[in-house]
């Protein structure tokens, strides 16, 4: 089968595209309002991108009318987003996360998830999260009226006690790894893991 995507609507495209293209890691993004309401919500358009500097790129949606949901406006006006990895104890409070809810309702608060203070930026990150990246918006680029990429530059790191050796930086998940999108409403665990070292040379 071929297709051309250009001669599909844009929802099978969606559709198709979210079912090929997986599994994709999920940040569950933390961010504030000026006025004080802490926002938590799941994005799985989302990956890491480079180190000097370190870059974390997040795919937003508006709403069918074009107007900014609580993260991107949090983002818009303070530029600071914390990414909080989830795992797999945290998958229902992060899924209940992505329900409908003003921007007056703190979802961390709704949901009961204790907060953590950041040390770089000012939006707290989720305490029960494994690891925790605090971000600052770099640049946002807008590609129709419901979609835009943002990129924030990499300022701090949280993680839990052991997950890190900071004598050889190395990351142990001791085989609690974090989840994956896959598409809908699926999710998948990462539970074999094997190494594939790249040769020498061909």
Same mark, same amino acid.
């Given at each position: #089968? #071929?297709?051309?995507?250009?001669?599909? /609507? /844009?929802a099978t495209r969606y559709k198709l595209l979210t079912a090929i293209v997986l599994p994709r890691p999920v940040a569950w993004?933390? %961010?504030? !309002?000026?006025? &004080?309401?802490?926002n938590a919500a799941p994005f799985s358009f989302f990956n890491l991108f480079g180190q000097?500097? $370190?870059?974390?790129?997040? &795919?937003?949606?508006?709403?069918?009318?074009?107007s900014m949901k609580d993260t991107t406006r949090n983002i818009r006006e303070t530029g600071e987003f914390v990414v909080n990895i989830v795992t797999e104890d945290l998958v229902a409070p992060m899924v209940a996360s992505a329900a409908a809810a003003g921007?007056?309702? !703190?979802? /961390?608060? $709704?949901?009961?998830?204790?907060? $953590?203070p950041s040390l770089t930026v000012g939006p707290p990150r989720l305490a029960a999260a494994p690891a925790a990246i =605090?971000?600052? *918006? %770099?640049? &946002?680029? !807008?590609? !129709?009226? =419901?979609?835009e990429i943002l990129v924030g =530059?990499?300022?701090?790191l949280a993680a839990r006690d052991?997950?890190?050796d900071p004598e050889r930086w190395y990351v142990d998940w001791q085989g609690d790894y974090p989840v994956a999108r896959l598409f809908a409403d699926?999710?998948? *665990?990462?539970? =074999?893991?094997?190494?594939?070292?790249?040769p020498a040379a061909l």
């Open positions: #089968m #071929m297709l051309d995507l250009g001669a599909l /609507p /844009p993004v933390t %961010t504030q !309002s000026p006025e &004080g309401v802490v000097n500097p $370190a870059l974390v790129v997040l &795919g937003l949606e508006h709403r069918a009318d074009g921007p007056e309702v !703190s979802e /961390p608060e $709704a949901l009961g998830l204790a907060l $953590a =605090e971000c600052r *918006r %770099t640049v &946002g680029l !807008s590609f !129709s009226a =419901e979609r =530059e990499a300022l701090g052991g997950l890190i699926r999710y998948a *665990r990462l539970v =074999e893991i094997d190494r594939h070292p790249i």
